[in-house]
């Protein structure tokens, strides 16, 4: 074999490497420059809604909640005007009431002699009468008993009915507290501070 021949042959197997190296260098550019991609997105605002229930004003005819009464003797009454409202943005599937005391004696603990509450709503502004803490109160709309007459300390008392149940409802609303012409010497000189607590519970849960 003559020297230019050998010198060919040595020069076609160096190049065949590096020809297939190039070769798959540029499939795999190719391949890179190949990957497509695509997006899309949307959003949107989710903002919870408040429950609130709250009284009038304290001290006014829309709350005389908090005005005391003493000097009570059997067979008295004491009559208190409130006003509740749902200042909450939702309805409510129910509001309920709550009553304890502390300081506590006979007058919220016997069932039967101890003070005897009534809640009933008007469907106006009640007419209040008297001067404090002797108020009376009449009605120049309809009445509606909201809780009927029982022992003064209950837990969670549902309230059914009222115009509060919805979203800036209101209610004008009379408690009496009745001391029983039944109750005995025993209760002379006793007390109690008695607490109304009002819970709304929020609606059921519905699609948006």
């Known amino acids: 074999m003559t020297r230019t021949a050998l010198r060919r042959i040595l020069r076609s197997r160096f190049l065949l490497p590096l020809g297939a190296f190039g070769l798959g260098a540029a499939l795999a550019g190719t391949g890179a420059l190949a990957t497509w991609t695509a997006t899309t997105s949307a959003s949107n605002t989710l903002a919870a809604g408040t429950v609130q229930v709250a009284l009038g004003n304290t001290g006014a005819q829309t709350n005389r909640l908090t005005v005391n009464a003493s000097g009570l003797v059997p067979g008295d009454t004491v009559q208190r005007s409130f006003d509740l409202t749902n200042t909450g943005s ?75 149940l919805t979203a800036a409802g209101t209610d004008h609303l009379r408690l009496t507290l009745t001391f029983p012409s039944s109750a005995g010497a025993t209760f002379q000189g006793l007390s109690s501070t008695i607490t109304y607590s009002f819970l709304g519970t929020q609606r059921a849960g519905v699609a948006h």
């Open 90 to 164: 939702q309805n409510l599937a129910s509001v309920a009431l709550t009553t304890t005391a502390s300081p506590s004696s006979l007058l919220d603990t016997d069932t039967t002699n101890g003070l005897q509450m009534v809640i009933d709503r008007c469907s106006v502004a009640w007419t209040e009468s008297g001067s404090s803490p002797a108020f009376t109160y009449s009605c120049s709309g309809s009445t509606t008993t909201i809780i009927t007459s029982r022992a003064v300390i209950q837990s969670s008392l549902s309230m059914a009915g009222l115009n509060a």
